[in-house]
């Protein structure tokens, strides 16, 4: 079965609302990071290196096929199965969406989720401007909790952020949102004071102005690794807006009310289970086909093996498997 590599309406916690996902790197997971809480299994490429990956004709094809069935999408997040500067063609994938979108009078706005390493490979940072928003990922400061937590390729220091994020202009700068999973590790974890505080003290060498404090909420790969609780939550935010952070906190799904577009075929439903584990009831609200069609899909599905049923904190989930 072919994998889209643009897929949606996607309920994202960011916007709080319905996006579209633009995958330039596709199957299997490519990511300087391996996250113990991330909801992709299966094989993964350690890398920071950008290779030849999808080029922008069949990224812009899928856009296209999507964004004709999706009247009321303003955002498109450049994220999926790794980190979006691992497609060597992202210059151009970038400037081509934005090209495409300008030819059909479209007005999205353009984000991008990254891990900013693969970026020394690249001369220059100004194709970033593109991007409305660019969120980085940062878990921690601590060289202990960057290894456990996300499991980075053997070799990378997260003085390199420093340099790169310090070294962005003022404009650019302002549009990056340092994102910060709080994750329980058995009783400890990065959300405990003294991480924090080492946190916080790499937040200023960076000098991170947005922070985007957040927890999982979907079946992680690590079946040891646990969400903090909302309290837990409240109180790191409230640490790091006393050291003067403007600090956005998502923290459960946000529920929409269903929508009135109806999109969806099996390929729909697998691309995106792929990219992120989903119940019924969120897959109901996203492709607003009833559950009885949604059940058939999904048993056919499960039958071709491309599909799993997970059961985690009292929910069904269904994930998507490569073959």
Known sequence: ???RNCIGPYPSRRARGYIVLLDPIGSPKKCPYNCI????TGRVIKSDKPVSLSPS?????????????LSDIEIVLFNGMGDPLLNVFIRDIVGDVRNFLKKQSLDHVLWIKTTLYPL????????LEYFDKIYVKVDTGSRELFDVINDPVNGLK?????????SLPRDLRKRVVIEYTLVDLGGEGNWVREYVDEYIAFLHSIRAENILLTTFYRPPRSGYVKSVSRKIVDLVAKRLIEEG??????????????????????????SLLLRRPMTLLELRRAFNIPYSDLAYAINKLSSMKLVEEVRWRGRIFYRGLLV
């Open 57 to 69: 004709s069949i990224l812009l094809k899928d856009l296209e096929y999507l964004l004709d069935k």
């Open 120 to 127: 020394r490979y690249y001369k220059g940072t100004r194709f």
């Open 245 to 270: 952070f403007s600090v956005k906190v998502v923290y459960e799904p946000y529920e929409e009310p269903y929508r009135h577009v109806v999109i969806a075929d099996p390929v729909d439903i697998y």
């Open 37 to 40: 809480y991330c909801p992709i």
């Open 1 to 3: 079965m072919r994998i």
């Open 158 to 166: 997260l003085s390199y952020l420093k340099d790169v994020i310090g």
